[in-house]
Structures are given as C-alpha cells and as structure tokens.
C-alpha cells in the first residue's frame, strides 16, 4: 500500500472525509487479523504443509467472504485482471509459505515485504504511466540500500528463503496496484472471493511439489480455522478500504504489520531481530513514508493546478 498518486483514482481524492475514516478503520483492522492469520498458518504449516495450508485458506476464505458480504454477488466485471491478480497473489502465497515452513521469523518477513511500498513506486511507472521525480528515485534507491543492509553476509536474512520472498514481494507489489484499478469497476467481495477461490487450484497445482505432510493436532484445526477465516475477512476489509480512501491515507498502516509481527514473532517463537534486520527494516519504512509524503505533495499540486484550468 505504497503513495503513488496515479495508483489512486481521481475519484478517491473526491471522497468524504467519513468515507476516509471508515477505510482507515477497516485497512487497520485488515492488518491487525492478517497477522494473527499468518502467525496461525506459520504455526500450522509443519504439521499440514504449504500445499494443503493454501487449499483450507482458500476454501475458508471463500466461504468467509461469502458470508461477509451477504451474498453470491461476487460476478467480476473486469474477469481477465480479477484472475490475473487472482493467481499472481497465489505465488506469492507460496513464498512467503515457503519460508515460514524453513523457520523465517514472522518479523524479519514482514521486514521482507516493507520492500513492497518502494518496489510499487517503481512498477507504477510502466503499469500505471506515473511519472517519479529525482527525489522519489534518490528515496527509492536508499530504500533498497536498506535492503542490502538486512541481507548483509552472515546476517539472519542472508539465506535463498530471503531472496525467494524478496521476489514474491514484488509480485505483491503487481497485485496491490492491480487491486486499486480493480477498486473502479469491480466490488470489494468480488476482488476478495476471487483471490480466496484461486487458491484451491493453485494448491492442488503445486501438491507434487509441496505434498501434505499429516493429520493436523487439535491445536492446529484451531490455527486452521484462523488461516482461513482470518485471511477472508483481512482480505474483504482491504478491498473494501481501498474503495472508501485515498490510497496516501492508507498506505502508512502498511508497515504496522511489521511491529505487530515482530511481537507475535517474539510472544510465540522467542524470534528477536538482530540489530541488521532492525536497521535495515528503518531505512526501508522511512524511504517509504517519504515517497508517499512526495506523491502526497504531488497529488496536491496536481489538484491545484486542474482547479486554475478549470478557472
């Protein structure tokens, strides 16, 4: 959820201020369920695997959707970009699966995908025909620096785990600007329930390569039941904040999973960050608050500007 002012449309900057306030509170409640469900699937995943973990999400998920938004309204107007940004979020799924079932800590891969801000200021260039001024690109490159400084030699990031997912975030980055030009022709359930069915097939796809491991424990039917319920309602409350607000107001309460995944981490894994993880993880989040703060200003000038042609 990075600031770009083309990734938000002309008609989000129109929005009521009510409207504003009712996406802040269901993008912040979005967060604060997505990191319980994802410490609950790092949880489940020796005991079931990646394959199977992504089948149960998407089934539950559906359902979920289903039922929050009262209905079988789910009929996608835009069919072709709904399943493009369907099955890409998919693969990212997988890595980030992927590396929680090799031991990542629930932290260090949310410091991962603070990358997903600055990967998006970048790929909003070619998919969205922004225009990034020297400073966003001067940010934009200590931002990545910041990504160097995590994945130093011999640090805790430095594993093929790290880079697997660092790609997969760049993949997330795609959806998440595919989401915000979904947000104008298609409805909040659609997006999420679409998203939560792909993951079924794409779990049986990818079950030579991930097979099932075992019989979950009680413990992890009760994990089992927060993956796919929890990701459901995350899912339709991010959708649905994305269609109330400003993509600029929004976009901090990105990185708030990466304080609250980091305590979970610590609460339930004993997973401190080193101090490199730490460091890194700043320069990222503060490269990242500055370019949404210059596509703020730029939107403004952009606003002020229309408003004189206009006379």
């Excluded at 089948?55 to 959707?65: D, E, K, N, S």
């Excluded at 309204?73 to 699966?97: D, E, G, P, Q």
Aim: a positive charge; hydrophobic letters at 60%.
């Amino acid at each position: 959820m990075s600031g770009d002012k083309a990734a938000a449309p002309a008609s989000f900057a129109a929005g009521l201020p009510e409207e504003a306030l009712r996406g802040i509170g269901l993008i912040a409640a979005g967060f604060g369920i997505v990191t319980i469900s994802d410490a609950a699937v790092k949880w489940v995943l020796p005991e079931i695997g990646v394959a199977v973990a992504m089948m149960v999400r998407g089934a539950l998920g559906a359902v979920t959707v289903l039922v929050l938004a009262g209905g079988l309204r789910v009929r996608a107007v835009n069919k072709r970009l709904v399943a493009a940004r369907s099955l890409l979020h998919c693969a990212v799924t997988v890595t980030f699966y992927l590396a929680w079932s090799r031991g990542m800590p629930l932290g260090d891969s949310y410091a991962v995908a603070a990358v997903a801000p600055l990967a998006m200021t970048v790929l909003a260039i070619p998919l969205l025909g922004e225009s990034v001024g020297w400073r966003r690109w001067l940010s934009t490159l200590v931002g990545f620096g910041g990504v160097l400084v995590m994945a130093q030699p011999g640090g805790d990031l430095w594993r093929w785990e790290a880079a697997v997912l660092l790609g997969g975030v760049v993949f997330m980055a795609v959806t998440r600007i595919w989401t915000r030009v979904l947000a104008l022709t298609d409805r909040p359930a659609t997006i999420a329930f679409w998203l939560m069915v792909a993951h079924i097939p794409f779990g049986v796809a990818v079950l030579p390569v991930f097979p099932a491991i075992g019989w979950p424990s009680l413990s992890g039917w009760i994990a089992i039941l927060f993956v796919g319920i929890g990701n459901g309602s995350a899912h339709f409350l991010f959708a649905r904040a994305f269609a109330l607000a400003p993509v600029g107001v929004l976009a901090p309460f990105e990185y708030s999973t990466l304080v609250m995944g980091t305590f979970v981490g610590v609460l339930v894994w004993g997973d401190v960050p080193s101090w490199a993880t730490v460091a890194g993880a700043a320069v990222v989040v503060a490269a990242g608050l500055y370019n949404l703060r210059r596509a703020q200003i730029r939107a403004r000038e952009a606003r002020a500007r229309a408003a004189v042609a206009r006379g």
